[in-house]
């Protein structure tokens, strides 16, 4: 390398957060993600925040606290929670880096996919999908759909990540299989707990099943045991409170991705805790 010449960096690091749940989990997210994407270098952050209002969808408030501050989430995704909160039909109108599951009825507002600057250097197209199976009725094949958007996107876009937010592992599975070597990550969301399966595919996809969640370390899911226990117990509908405060967990993903490629070259699960 000459005097003077700057090294080039190809390689860049991305934290990809599990769903937030509730204010417990929004809070435990401002404080860990900073640090996070200090000590590994990342250079963006994609976060699902399906759960972030109360533990059901998103609102604008929400919004608010999660994009607030620089350095901290740059992409919201979401789920099958996405209208849970009756004013987010209205507000994802002007949400610029909020996603809805891009195989929702295309009368649905927002948008499932978009292309993002990275400060740090390139474009990346970030896409949120939906799974059909036990998950709620009227969602368009994310099979088609994917194939779809990758037709559409611009050429130059080599480095994509995929929010798949599913229930069933073969359909993650078959969807990271399907996608491999033809995106950057899939990243499953949506049953809040971080599998052990973080893998780069044979063709340079970077995969997990589920990334996991930011939500309270003693709980189901994010809500309340006696809540969630008592529930399967006797069977009897009840309110199923979220864990708020106590030891909130976080679990992400950091993937390693060749700008120039799209080709990942690295997942590095990652889980801490914190007091809120
Ligand atoms: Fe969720
Ligand atoms: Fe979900």
Not at 29 to 48: D, G, H, Q
Not at 95 to 110: D, E, F, I, T, Y
Not at 184 to 209: E, F, K, S
Request: net charge positive; hydrophobic share 40%.
């Amino acid at each position: 390398m000459f005097q003077g010449e700057k090294k080039r960096v190809t390689v860049m690091n991305l934290l990809f957060v599990g769903d937030i749940v509730g204010k417990g989990g929004r809070k435990a997210a401002k404080t860990l993600v900073p640090e996070i994407r200090r000590k590994y270098n990342c250079s963006f952050c994609i976060a699902n925040g399906e759960n972030s209002a109360g533990g059901s969808g998103i609102n604008e408030k929400c919004i608010n606290d999660l994009l607030g501050s620089d350095g901290y989430i740059d992409v919201i995704t979401l789920g099958d929670h996405v209208w849970a909160q009756k004013s987010f039909a209205q507000e994802i109108k002007s949400q610029k880096n909020v996603l809805r599951p891009a195989n929702l009825n295309p009368k649905q507002p927002g948008y499932g996919y978009k292309i993002f600057r990275v400060p740090a250097g390139g474009e990346i197209a970030v896409i949120n999908l939906l799974g059909t199976i036990y998950m709620k009725d009227g969602i368009w094949c994310p099979f088609e759909e994917i194939t779809g958007i990758l037709n559409r996107l611009p050429s130059r876009i080599k480095c994509i990540f995929v929010d798949f937010h599913a229930e069933a592992t073969s359909e993650k599975i078959a969807m990271g299989r399907l996608l491999d070597g033809k995106v950057t990550a899939v990243l499953g969301t949506h049953t809040h707990v971080q599998t052990a399966d973080a893998v780069i595919l044979p063709g340079g996809t970077a995969y997990i099943t589920d990334a996991g969640m930011v939500g309270a370390d003693f709980s189901i899911l994010g809500r309340s045991v006696e809540d969630v226990v008592s529930k399967f117990t006797d069977g009897m509908p009840r309110r199923l409170n979220v864990v708020e405060k106590g030891i909130i967990r976080l679990d992400a993903v950091v993937v390693s991705y060749n700008i120039k490629t799209g080709r990942a070259e690295k997942i590095q699960p990652v889980s801490c805790k914190i007091q809120v």
